[in-house]
């Protein structure tokens, strides 16, 4: 129980970071200064990358985690 528990927070974290990190990396090439000075438009488009890209490798963690589970209900 414990192991599995552990397992899942890990991959949670892991597909967070790296979606986050594919979200900074979208806004770097499209020219989007994450970390500049004020809450300018392109500032605030950034931070919704990096916060749409952290849900979305959250959830792809996720599924990828459901998809290796076996299923409980079968019987």
Do not use: C, H, W
């Not at 597909?15 to 986050?20: E, L, M, P, T, Y």
């Not at 090439?29 to 392109?42: D, I, N």
């Amino acid at each position: 129980m414990n192991k599995t528990l552990l397992l899942e927070g890990l991959t949670d974290a892991v597909g967070f970071v790296v979606g986050a990190l594919l979200g900074f990396g979208l806004g770097r090439l499209l020219g989007l200064e994450l970390f500049a000075e004020g809450y300018s438009a392109g500032s605030i488009v950034a931070i919704a990358f990096v916060g749409l890209g952290g849900g979305m490798g959250l959830q792809a963690a996720r599924r990828f985690r459901a998809k290796e589970a076996p299923d409980e209900e079968a019987p």
